[in-house]
């Protein structure tokens, strides 16, 4: 029976996808699991699964062409099977053609916004039922688990149906000696600092030649155009601010990394760590905007708005942040902000924030203003920690410190509810004793 290979939605937001490249070509034999085209969504590029077997019958879109979420882009069948009822006369697709389920699906179903996280109680390293005598893996899975020199029958795949995702490969890794997972690996680059396709670049400036130049907009581009026009026109914003002394987390950070040469801890890792502390002891803001109502999130997801290379802006997540140690924070944080720069992120690592950061201080911007990520009710601005004169007993001394603007959704955080998130932020920060316990 034909399936069909459809455009997936990758995310909430995402309305169209473009076809990037065809990883099979007309005619080529076609198994359930074989990545069969890659996709630029509104957040990542990914990689489209065949759900059936047979043979590539018909590519539908060509590269480059962006098309609705739900489109017809190719047709597997049987190389002697009348495909003619899913395909119009003119090439273009028939998505009233056929009632069949979808040929191809991404990594992993988006989680609805503020949805917990998965289980923190990591499933005892095994092997993971077979579907139809094959294995169910994410295509990252499956070069992860290549690159370790790990079997995927040896992985207990946690994802849906059984599915193997990125966390099981790196559980099972974590429970395999160095000579087994790492010596294969040697040499390889991880998922995580794998080298970023090669993405436009725009000319130098000259004198001479065109005027000017119009590029189209890209997916994420889009989104970012729409979501802002629907964060700053309809949510009320308004801004508070505070100065903190950074001497003690400067402390914090060096011991740390001298005790641990390979933490590599740096002032953002505390700062989420102690931002998800003070939500812990602040609740109401860790609430969003829900129409009729407001939602009072239970479990405190961070979102980290990351810049993409090439252009773009996307909001990696860091989960159940106020369970995680530094340790853990610093080294999730890092692999999560790698791959969203170069746009591999799976669904379910840009979805479901409950609160956001957005950090330019490693770009000397001592102070700014974020907007809002609908409908979470507020983001942190994080400046620059530098030296600066301060006012202590009287007299002028060099300090260290670090401007924090909360941009709050008046909807849902009044002024004194912001203002009492900030003075505990401000005292974890300058007390760093507290994130310890």
């Known amino acids: 029976m034909a399936v069909k290979v459809m455009m997936p939605k990758g995310s909430d937001t995402m309305t169209e996808g473009k076809v990037l490249k065809w990883l099979k070509k007309e005619g080529d034999a076609i198994s359930t699991g074989d990545t069969v085209v890659e996709i630029e969504t509104d957040k990542v590029n990914m990689e489209v699964e065949a759900m059936g077997s047979g043979v590539l019958r018909k590519i539908l879109v060509a590269v480059d062409k962006v098309v609705p979420v739900g489109e017809l882009l190719a047709v597997i069948a049987k190389t002697d099977e009348d495909i003619s009822a899913l395909i119009k006369p003119n090439g273009a697709s028939s998505t009233a053609a056929s009632g069949h389920a979808p040929a ?8 609805a916004a503020g949805g917990s996280a998965p289980s923190a109680q990591a499933p005892a390293p095994g092997p993971s039922p077979a579907v139809g005598g094959r294995l169910l893996a994410s295509p990252l899975a499956k070069r992860m688990a290549k690159e370790m020199g790990l079997e995927l029958a040896d992985i207990t795949g946690t994802g849906p149906n059984g599915r193997i995702i990125r966390q099981d490969v790196e559980r099972r890794a974590a429970h395999v000696p160095v000579t087994q997972a790492g010596a294969a690996a040697v040499g390889a680059p991880t998922p995580s600092r794998a080298p970023a396709s090669a993405l436009p670049r725009r000319p130098a400036l000259s004198p001479t030649g065109p005027e000017y130049s119009d590029e189209p907009l890209t997916s994420m581009r889009k989104v970012i155009a729409t979501r802002l026009v629907q964060s700053k026109g309809p949510v009320p914003h308004f801004y508070l601010a505070i100065e903190v ?23 953002n890792d505390i700062i989420l760590k ?24 239970n479990r405190v997801h961070l979102g980290m708005a990351v810049a993409t290379e090439g252009g773009g802006l996307i909001t990696p997540v860091l989960r159940n942040a106020d ?12 692999e999560l902000a790698a791959r969203a720069r170069t746009r591999k992120l799976l669904p379910e690592e840009y979805a479901g924030s409950t609160f956001s950061i957005s950090n330019l201080g490693m770009m000397g911007i001592d102070e700014f203003s974020a907007i809002i990520n609908p409908p979470e009710g507020a983001i942190l601005a994080v400046g620059a ?30 002024g004194a509810t912001g203002a009492k998130f900030l003075q505990s932020l401000k005292q974890i920060l300058e007390n760093p004793v507290y994130l310890a316990f």
């Not at 011991?255 to 590599?264: H, P, T």
Request: glycine content about 4%.
């Open 104 to 111: 191809a699906s991404p990594h992993a179903p988006t989680p």
């Open 245 to 267: 002394n950074m001497q003690r987390a400067k402390e914090l950070r060096e011991s740390a990394n001298l005790l641990d040469g390979e933490l590599k801890l740096s002032y």
């Open 274 to 297: 102690a931002c998800a502390a003070a939500l812990r002891q602040n609740p109401e803001v860790n609430a969003s905007f829900q129409g009729e109502s407001i939602r009072f999130h």
């Open 323 to 334: 369970t995680k140690s530094l340790a853990e924070i610093s080294s999730e944080t890092k």
């Open 385 to 414: 920690v530098a030296e600066k004169p301060v006012v202590v007993d009287g007299r002028v001394e060099v300090g260290l410190r670090c401007r924090l603007t909360l941009s709050c959704d008046h909807r849902v955080v009044d």
